[in-house]
């Protein structure tokens, strides 16, 4: 365990977009924001992304030894430039989520890593979650509330996340602790930027569709949306999470589009679960800070203005990273974990009691 006082961690996010690694600083004793550090960031080379995208899926086993290679020396080369860090926090690779099936796997080992990088490295934040029968996810909720309280916000907010599957906060900032009562609800929306990601990356052989100019182009089909919203996901009560390809059916639907109009479709796709979501909130937000890939899409954003009845912003607005926030949030977790504080609770991951994730590994010249 930790001592008292304030350190400054690190954390890292590789998340189901398969771009890249982020990694970020924080000063924070595991309650409180105290300062926001320095961060940088790891692309993924074609060839790498290419390995990790042919083990979206897998499970623990044979076969995954090239994808971890990748996600072990991207994070290593990435994190051993951040030399004044305590501690380390790695979420690993998602490669399946089936939270009442088989679990979720995340993809790394924290042991490897806290030797190679010679500092403890907490991992494996979802699987205690999942084995007292939450849903894993999402885990950042409990660093939103700390941002709500770092801003002043003093009215509920949302942060909604738009990275390769979307999830929405629910914030009370009056809240004395993310894990009381009626503080947080959080739940994934549906998908988001991956299978928009899919769709040029079949069609056209691009990454994503940079700031929105195939989307705006094209015009939303109304049918292929309508059965889109009447998949059962969206009639379910959260908290609920998903697995990146749970609605590989998406493209299908937009199979017979041209690239133009599929590209807006499966925007508006994005946009229309998140406004289905909002209907769970208890109580209406004040504002909605967008976080990830998606606040970078205007054609996304200006749906989202106009379907939701407050302001949509990016994150930026109120003083914080949007390309960060997922990397600062695990360096939160990772103290919450060394002092023995939850990092999810019923509101967030539907988890029966507030429990704390993550095992701690630390180099072998520092063990014992």
């Known amino acids: 365990m930790l001592k ?5 961690a690190l954390g890292a996010m590789s998340g189901t977009s398969l771009d890249g690694v982020d990694a970020a600083m924080l000063h924070t004793d595991g309650l409180r924001i105290l300062d926001f550090g320095t961060s940088g960031y790891r692309a993924y080379s074609e060839g790498e992304r290419a390995v990790l995208r042919a083990a979206l899926g897998r499970w623990p086993g044979a076969g ?17 430039q951040f030399p004044g860090a305590q501690l ?11 939270p009442r099936g088989r679990g979720t796997h995340q993809l790394g080992d924290g042991a490897a890593l806290a030797q190679a990088l010679g500092k403890p490295v907490v991992w494996d934040f979802r699987s205690a979650d999942v084995s007292l029968g939450g849903e894993g996810a999402p885990l950042a909720p409990f660093f939103h509330w700390a941002c709500a309280r770092h801003i002043g916000a003093t009215k509920p907010l ?20 993310p894990e009381a009562e009626g503080a947080l609800l959080a739940f994934d929306t549906g998908p988001a930027n991956a299978p928009i990601n899919d769709l040029v990356a079949e069609r056209l052989g691009l990454d994503c569709d940079l700031d929105g100019r195939l989307a705006r182009k094209g015009r939303v089909e109304d049918g292929a949306l309508e059965l889109f919203l009447d998949e059962g996901f969206f009639r379910k009560m959260p908290p609920k999470s998903l697995d990146r390809d749970d609605f590989s059916l998406m493209l299908d639907l937009v199979r017979e589009l041209s690239d133009a109009d599929a590209a807006a479709t499966m925007t508006g796709m994005a946009a229309a679960a998140v406004m289905q979501g909002m209907e769970h909130c208890p109580k209406p937000p004040a504002r909605v800070l967008v976080t990830g890939g998606g606040r970078k899409n205007p054609v996304m954003m200006r749906m989202l203005a106009a379907g939701l009845d407050c302001p949509v912003e990016p994150v930026e607005k109120a003083g914080l990273d949007g390309d960060m926030l997922e990397a ?9 974990v060394a002092r023995g504080l939850p990092t999810s609770a019923p509101g967030t991951t539907g988890v029966a009691a507030p429990v704390g994730g993550g095992q701690i590994s630390r180099p072998e010249s520092v063990q014992g």
Do not use: K, M
């Not at 995954?64 to 990435?78: D, G, K, Y």
């Not at 380390?88 to 089936?98: C, K, W, Y």
């Open 158 to 177: 949302c942060f909604l996340n738009l990275g390769g599957v979307g999830n929405l906060t629910w914030v009370d900032p009056r809240a004395e602790t």
């Open 88 to 98: 380390v926090g790695f979420h690993g690779q998602t490669l399946a989520h089936e």
């Open 328 to 336: 600062q949030a695990f360096a939160y977790l990772a103290v919450r």
């Open 64 to 80: 995954l030894e090239p994808a971890l290679e990748v996600i072990q020396s991207a994070h290593v080369e990435l994190l051993s």
């Open 4 to 8: 008292d006082g304030a350190v400054w």
